[in-house]
T-cell receptor
């Protein structure tokens, strides 16, 4: 079983809808959580970084972390066709340095 | 400013050949990471450099894989006796290295390796 699980999708939504993404993890040693966006044939780009349970908002993006449930979420409000990409959750253990990624969820926002 | 660059962008080779993949990190970044991403999967950690030394190489799959960073800047990932299973996107990332847990890792565009 993978340490970080993420539904591969694809997730198809109409423009303007809220996109809801999530990951679960099994190891409580993970303490720092990130969401990356990856366009086709490009490198991942950091969207959000959080290290405490609760919500963090940045523009149209909201990241949620629930350490007790080992569950993290990303919400994208007012989705645009340009948001169509693969979204990767990633996390780091408290004593570590390397990112452990989920498998990514492919999102398609239709005009 | 310039981001992380990787060359070549694409590399096609034959089974058994040797390949080198190059990464130029963001200027001043002391930490450098290599990841491998298979199609439809998330990136998987290979190796982490802090300065010139490999601080963590636990992700290298076997002794055919080796990476160097002799001057603490450019890094080269070397793969000997390539196998078809080595085909993947190889991603490089760099960070300031000042606070490993809080550093943002900035990724390059990757090198797509195809082993025929």
């Amino acid at each position: 079983q993978k340490e970080v699980e993420q539904d591969p999708g694809p997730l198809s939504v109409p423009e303007g809808a809220i996109v809801s993404l999530n990951c679960t993890y099994s190891n409580s040693a993970f303490q720092y959580f990130m969401w990356y966006r990856q366009y086709s044939r490009k490198g991942p780009e950091l969207l959000m970084y959080t290290y405490s349970s609760g919500n963090k908002e940045d523009g149209r993006f909201t990241a949620q972390v629930d350490k007790s449930s080992k569950y993290i979420s990303l919400f994208i409000r007012d989705s645009q066709p340009s948001d169509s990409a693969t979204y990767l959750c990633a996390m780091i253990k408290a004593a570590g340095n390397k990112l452990t990624f989920g498998g990514g969820t492919r999102v398609l926002v239709k005009p | 400013g310039a981001g992380v660059s990787q060359t070549p962008s694409n590399k096609v080779t034959e089974k058994g050949k040797y390949v080198e993949l190059r990464c130029d990190p963001i200027s001043g970044h002391t930490a450098l990471y290599w990841y491998r991403q298979s199609l439809g999967q998330g990136p998987e950690f290979l190796i982490y450099f802090q300065g010139t030394g490999a601080a963590d190489d636990s992700g290298l799959p076997n002794d055919r894989f080796f990476a160097v960073r002799p001057e603490g800047s450019v890094s080269t990932l070397k793969i000997q006796r390539t196998e078809r299973g080595d085909s993947a996107m190889y991603l490089c990332a760099s960070s300031t290295g000042t606070s490993v847990l809080r550093d943002t890792q900035y990724f390059g565009p990757g090198t797509r390796l195809t082993v025929l």
